[in-house]
Antibody, heavy 121, light 110 residues
Framework: QLQLQESGPGLVKPSETPSLTCTVSGDSVGSGLYYWGWLRQPPGKGLEWIGSIYYSGTTYYTPSLKSRVTISVDTSKNHFTLRLSSVTAADTAVYFC??????????????WGQGTMVTVS | QSVLTQPPSVSAAPGQQVIISCSGSSSNIGNNYVSWYQRLPGTAPKLLIYDNDERPSGIPDRFSGSKSGTSANLAITGLQTGDEADYHCGTWDNRLSSLVFGGGTKLTVL
């Protein structure tokens, strides 16, 4: 059964560059069948897509965050990682990793992790 | 400010039907597929509808999606208290070159 599990620091200071990792079990990020993505939901707000990555390392980022975001994949460890630089209080949110339902960046997200809260303070 | 517009909240009685709207433009909903997600309190979002009106396996047919022009709707029939959740619509935006979402709609089953 496919599971995605986010891990990372719960509390970070402004200007830091935290990393979040999504560990996948029950599927292979290197299969080439799916894109894998990061999203977030700030308190009281809607979902926001951050970016997605293919097993080959091809990435797509939302333009508003592109200058601060790096997503990478490690197929040997079956995980992918989000780095967000120069964080501010506006980056406080629940961060989710998720799997696209296919190998197109436009495909819906069919499996999600539980989410991890990141507070910038 | 979300790119897609959803009502902040809707409510209806058990057994009734509710429709949640999602409004966009020609650069997003008008020319791309819409998906809908349900997020129960404290849980991971769940895909309810993809490609405007398709249900993943395991999603009951009480949930249905539709699209017309630059708007999409999620209809839920036979409301149950367990349907109380936040519902989010999403799609690709050609102008922004980004996946975009609505602000989410909180469903209350009275």
């Amino acid at each position: 059964q496919l599971q995605l599990q986010e891990s990372g620091p719960g509390l970070v200071k402004p200007s830091e560059t935290p990393s979040l990792t999504c560990t996948v079990s029950g599927d292979s990020v290197g299969s080439g069948l799916y894109y894998w993505g990061w999203l977030r939901q700030p308190p009281g707000k809607g979902l926001e897509w951050i970016g997605s990555i293919y097993y080959s390392g091809t990435t797509y980022y939302t333009p508003s965050l592109k200058s601060r975001v790096t997503i990478s994949v490690d197929t040997s460890k079956n995980h992918f990682t989000l780095r967000l630089s120069s964080v501010t209080a506006a980056d406080t949110a629940v961060y989710f990793c998720a799997r696209h339902s296919g190998s197109w960046i436009y495909d819906a997200f069919d499996m999600w992790g539980q989410g991890t809260m990141v507070t910038v303070s | 400010q979300s790119v897609l517009t959803q009502p902040p909240s809707v409510s209806a009685a058990p057994g009734q039907q509710v429709i949640i709207s999602c409004s966009g433009s020609s650069s997003n909903i008008g020319n791309n597929y819409v998906s809908w997600y349900q997020r129960l309190p404290g849980t991971a979002p769940k895909l309810l509808i993809y490609d405007n009106d398709e249900r993943p396996s395991g999603i009951p047919d009480r949930f249905s999606g539709s699209k017309s022009g630059t708007s999409a709707n999620l209809a839920i029939t036979g409301l149950q208290t367990g349907d109380e959740a936040d519902y989010h619509c999403g799609t690709w935006d050609n102008r922004l070159s980004s996946l975009v979402f609505g602000g989410g709609t909180k469903l209350t089953v009275l």
